[in-house]
């Protein structure tokens, strides 16, 4: 019984890491493809002009001060499968937690995410990460900052590297669509490719970053959207990590029903046997798995 905990655990220690870091190794947090499922107006022909339809999705943004979820975690990595309860945690514009609880309710890793810096508790292992973003991104500079990834929890359109966005910046876009969906692509000072999918009825329905080359892609898609607090957000999120024709990774969020503008606490204390150890060391030890 232990063998078989201590392999369950193994298991998902390797593909917490391969996912995750692989993700933040490509500097991509983000998505692609669109999905079917749709909400009353997906259908709708878009007969509007650029900037009442930019005006009109910036409208839809998802608004909180705090939101906390219970959710459904599916990861897929390594020819590997595993699901996992979570807790997702946000306080706007300062921090995201994800606790992550495969086993009978228990708290393996710990993951936070602030303005500046990623970390990461291994309670398995007892060990702990702490890098700011610019030393795990190396010299170079990426457009990329907290703002818009919290912008991919909430199913909001973002400007790379900007912390907000406003109806008059839609010419900084460049639209193009259909009858029934619009892309707007945007580049960042990397020459990486953001494009932003929305359907008839303005809504975003996926996000997606390519890397300068076109050989890296993170899908960020979402799907089943439900009234939370009088708007609609999206219960089912799909994030998938693809190098080339390779797909590296795919990280499914399920949620419950979200709790909005609520009292919420977080916390991320290190007990003091823990050992710090290195992003670099984290990707090390991958390379000999």
Known sequence: MKRQMKQGRDVWQTLFYKILCGALLAGLFAACKSTAAGTAGSGAEIMKSEEAFFASMLDRTFRFSTLSARLKLELKGAGKEMSSRAQLKMIRDDRIQLSIQPLLGIEMFRVELTADSVKILDRMNKRYMTESYDKIKGTSVIGFNFNNLQSLFTNSI??????????????????????????????????????????????????SVRDRAGSHTLTWDYSDFQPVDSRQFPFRMEARLTSGDEERGVVTLTFSPPEIDSPLKTDFNIPSEYKRITFAQIIKSLEKQ
């Open 158 to 207: 973002f400007i790379p590297g900007e912390s907000g966005i406003s109806a008059g910046q839609y010419r900084r876009f460049r639209m193009t669509g259909d009858r029934y969906s619009v892309s707007l692509k945007i580049r960042d000072e990397t020459d990486m490719l953001y494009t932003f999918t929305a359907d008839g009825g303005e809504a975003l329905r996926s996000t």
